[in-house]
């Protein structure tokens, strides 16, 4: 019985002294990490890519006729490009697990100004208020009183009949489209003006 009431009462004194230990000491006994850590905002956590870069010396001599692209994947990054100079150099967001961003030579199809996508985009009302926003034509049906409105692709230079192409869009630092490159509005704006249908587009690793 003396055994038992010795017992109890060290414990409670244990307890009684960790509650009043300091926190970093409790969080050496326990291993805990989270004492005294700073939340990082999202944005943190994603990839930093470097903003657009142009060549202003460039600016008068590079036209539609003498214009190529290079496109890293790898980098995430779009070149402009007149012969071996590099004229534009963007960040990028290509295409994500699934719908990986093909690979190879290519040339500008089309050119739309202010195109929309024929598959992804959101089911809207008559007053063209959105109620189902991030749909696909391929596998969803547009509720009752509803129509598709399809996402807008400002600036899009068209590169395989499926649709892949350039335009405006949000770069998170990663890839995260259905395919397609998209660009920041001021780089999608001048490589709309500096590239012709026929524009050879070289897109790799």
């Not at 499926?162 to 490159?181: D, E, N, R, T």
């Amino acid at each position: 019985m003396m055994r038992l009431q010795f017992l109890g009462s060290f414990v409670a004194f244990w307890l009684i002294s960790l509650s009043v230990m300091a926190p970093r000491a409790q969080a050496q006994i326990w291993g805990s990490r989270a004492v005294n850590a700073v939340m990082r905002p999202a944005g943190e956590l994603l990839n930093r890519q470097d903003p657009l870069r142009v060549n202003q010396a460039m600016e008068g001599l590079i036209t539609p006729a003498n214009s190529s692209v290079v496109i890293s994947l790898g980098r995430q990054r779009l070149y402009l490009m007149m012969g071996d100079e590099v004229y534009l150099d963007a960040p990028i967001s290509s295409g994500k697990a699934g719908h990986a961003t093909p690979k190879g030579r290519f040339a500008v199809m089309e050119k739309d100004l202010n195109h929309r996508s024929s598959i992804y985009g959101n089911f809207v009302d008559g007053s063209g208020r959105v109620v189902r926003a991030g749909v696909s034509t391929r596998s969803d049906v547009a509720p009752s009183g509803t129509r598709y409105q399809g996402a807008p692709m400002k600036y899009f230079c068209r590169l395989t009949s499926s649709g892949v192409g350039f335009h405006v869009g949000i770069l998170p630092g990663y890839p995260a489209s259905h395919g397609c490159i998209r660009l920041p509005e001021d780089a999608a704006a001048l490589i709309y003006a500096k590239m012709a249908v026929g524009t050879k587009v070289v897109i790799t690793d």
